[in-house]
């Protein structure tokens, strides 16, 4: 479980999160969602590190991670794993190569042992056989599925993903929405994800939480947004004519 208590971010005189706290669950796709500009990706930046909150507190399991030294961030950084909206692989290097990245960097493993866990890895993203191919030789979605299978390479507790379906055709988007939901299952992780995709809040948003101008406007589950009444939420996943009348549906037929 992740903590975030009275989070404030400011660059100069802008204030961009203000006075932020959640709680990211255990063993639960959480999902951040929010108009551009609002803060999400600054809130996810400060969760892992790569900004540091003028502010508060975001609590690893009770561990302080703002309060820690180098040292100490650097050592919780391997409980970690991340998956990047254009998935970051290494061009220069095979499937195998990419996942075994975090392998060679930080498991005191043998070489045959780094192989066999980037094999398992591989595996349970569907791509067995792909191993001596390079990430331009396979699609974007495949793409994908090897960041994911890097990023649990090192069987992490907390794993992050910004905007994991951007770029990716709806029938592949869902593909990853359940390898993401069934992966946080079965390694019973803390998984946060950053996004746009509305098919992957209604679909695996167990925790949402809604940034409205650097403000926590609104958390809950999928099944909520439906009867939110929370107008700033209702605009942003309604924005389109045939969401709002999907939605206006629903709501009808359930009177």
């Avoid at 961009?16 to 803060?39: D, M, P, R, Y």
């Amino acid at each position: 479980m992740i903590e975030v208590r009275n989070l404030y971010k400011n660059f100069e005189d802008k204030n961009v999160l203000n006075n932020i706290s959640t709680t990211f669950e255990n063993g639960k796709t959480n999902l951040i969602i929010g108009q551009s500009g609002s803060g999400k990706t600054v809130l996810m930046k400060n969760l892992v590190g790569l900004l540091t909150p003028t502010s508060g507190q975001v609590l690893y399991d009770g561990r302080d991670f703002v309060a820690m030294t180098k040292k100490e961030k650097v050592l919780m950084r391997r409980e970690m794993g991340m998956i990047f909206q254009s998935a970051a692989l290494f061009d220069s290097m095979t499937v195998l190569e990419n996942v075994m990245f975090p392998l060679d960097m930080f498991a005191p493993m043998t070489l045959r042992d780094r192989i066999r866990r980037a094999k398992e890895c591989l595996d349970r993203v569907d791509l067995a056989g792909k191993e001596e191919k390079y990430p331009g030789e396979i699609s974007g979605g495949q793409q994908k599925r090897v960041a994911i299978a890097r990023a649990i390479a090192l069987n992490p507790k907390y794993l992050f993903c910004d905007e994991p379906n951007s770029g990716l055709d709806p029938k592949t988007s869902l593909v990853i929405d359940d390898l993401l939901h069934s992966i946080t299952k079965e390694y019973n992780m803390t998984t946060i994800i950053n996004t746009h995709d509305m098919n992957s809040v209604m679909g695996i948003g167990e925790n949402i939480i809604f940034i409205y101008e650097g403000h926590k406007e609104w958390q809950g589950v999928s099944a909520e947004i439906m009867h939110s009444s929370n107008q700033r939420l209702t605009d942003f996943i309604f924005a389109s004519d045939l969401l709002k009348n999907m939605r206006n549906i629903v709501l009808k037929h359930e009177k």
